[in-house]
């Protein structure tokens, strides 16, 4: 009698008769991934744990990138080919006078028109 009560009461759980109740979208949220990621860091596992709680790295799956020789590469990363060369001075007293007089000369010209 307990039995029958007790498959009664699991088989009501489970969705009336023992069947399944499928769900309608897979859980697709962070918190569940497919295995390939860490859940916080986002990143590929790059090893195994070990049994005492360590870590072993396999270099299989390590990123191995490879970077050209750049040391002669004349062009420089996102610069166009066609851009002006420019020259910078380098300030010192006199050029800082300079700056400070054009920029209080155009904020007065701008106050009075």
């Known amino acids: 009698m307990l039995r029958g009560v007790f498959q009664l009461v699991t088989g009501v759980t489970r969705g009336l008769g023992g069947r399944k109740v499928h769900r309608r ?37 390590v990123p191995n990138i490879v970077v050209p020789d750049l040391r002669d590469f004349e062009l420089k990363p996102y610069v166009s080919e066609k851009a002006p060369k420019m020259f910078t001075p380098p300030l010192d007293s006199s050029t800082a006078k300079i700056t400070e007089r054009v920029i209080s000369d155009s904020a007065t010209s701008h106050q009075s028109s």
Not at 26 to 32: F, G, M, R, T
């Open 25 to 61: 979208f897979p859980n697709v949220d962070e918190k569940h991934p497919k295995g390939k990621f860490f859940q916080e860091s986002k990143q590929k596992k790059f090893g195994a744990r070990t049994r005492r709680s360590g870590f072993l790295i396999q270099w299989s799956k």
